[in-house]
């Protein structure tokens, strides 16, 4: 098992030559989920070479242009490669209003399913599930509503311990799903062999929790605890905290400090405020709080196996 992260665009507000806005790709579990869509994400996704057709799933977070305004370029490109996949959409309620408005004064028709999955409640839910991933909303607390995702591997079966199995001849192929499954064994002698003794631990399964635009929020800890990887907004150093309150942002030490409390594998920073030509100050604030965090790179790639 693996999951990868792809940064397409880390920096805030207004794409540049060298800074292109929010979108990250998500590999997990054989899906590639396409998290929020600033302006230019197309062509940073021919850029690092990411296929267009394995995407069917792309989350919005908030209604920011910073966020999506690429996300109507890609919407008409995927009609002009003739789609037919169904795109599933999950963003803030009126996402789908904008995106039609857009397709039907521009008398864009798509061949292919656009399905909306509009956002509203303020508390966390379950917006996606299928047999190997569950995803879930993150509420944060920015100017507009806006939710993070958590994106989580359901735990897999556990693995069968082929030397221990071999030693019972009793124990045919079809019982192997039930043992996979938890079950004990009952031998015919109605002696019962522990599942721990035929099986192994499954491995662990794997989490990320993607954080855009927020203020401080301590109360999104529980939701996102002890995540593999932790992408949190940081727009801001400390020199600035107060612009950071009054814009609904974070420091980079907050989001350092959220990552301490919520005791994350690994912090990622991104957003970053054009004011800063040295990005790396965001990395040492943060690790004033929590050792273990690194910078969101356009085009880096990370992955936890």
Do not use: W
């Not at 920011?64 to 037919?84: K, P, Q």
């Not at 806006?146 to 045919?172: D, H, M």
């Not at 107060?242 to 420091?251: I, Q």
């Amino acid at each position: 098992m693996s999951l990868q992260l792809t940064i397409l665009g880390c920096h805030s507000a207004t794409p540049r030559v060298n800074a292109h806005p929010t979108s990250q790709l998500l590999q997990i579990k054989n899906h590639h989920f396409l998290i929020d869509c600033g302006e230019g994400t197309q062509v940073q996704m021919r850029k690092y070479k990411v296929s267009f057709a394995k995407i069917k799933h792309i989350f919005i977070s908030h209604l920011h242009g910073d966020h999506f305004f690429g996300l109507i370029g890609l919407i008409s490109t995927f009609g002009l490669l003739n789609r037919e996949t169904k795109l599933h959409i999950y963003g803030p309620k009126g996402l789908r209003e904008i995106m039609e408005l857009q397709l039907a004064i521009s008398q864009s028709r798509l061949a292919y399913p656009l399905i909306f999955h509009e956002l509203h409640s303020e508390k966390s839910e379950l917006i996606f599930e299928d047999k190997n991933v569950l995803v879930r909303t993150i509420p944060l607390k920015h100017r507009v509503y806006t939710n993070g995702f958590l994106f989580q591997e359901k735990k897999a079966l556990r693995k069968l311990n082929s030397k221990v199995v071999a030693t019972y001849p009793e124990i045919e192929i079809c019982d192997y799903h039930n043992i996979k499954k938890g079950k004990d064994f009952v031998l015919k002698s109605g002696e019962i062999i522990k599942n721990e003794i035929l099986t192994l631990d499954s491995p662990k399964p794997l989490s990320y929790a993607y954080c855009s635009d927020t203020s401080y929020a301590p109360e999104i800890v529980p939701i996102i605890k002890g995540v593999d990887l932790l992408y949190h907004e940081a727009t801001f150093l400390e020199d600035r905290s107060e612009l950071a309150k009054k814009t609904g942002h974070s420091t980079a030490l907050e989001a350092g400090k959220i990552a301490k409390e919520a005791k994350v594998k690994l912090l990622i920073l991104g957003h970053y405020s054009n004011r800063y030509r040295d990005l790396k100050a965001f990395q040492r604030e943060a690790q004033e709080a929590f050792q273990n965090t690194i910078l969101a790179i356009e085009g880096s790639t990370f992955e936890v196996t």
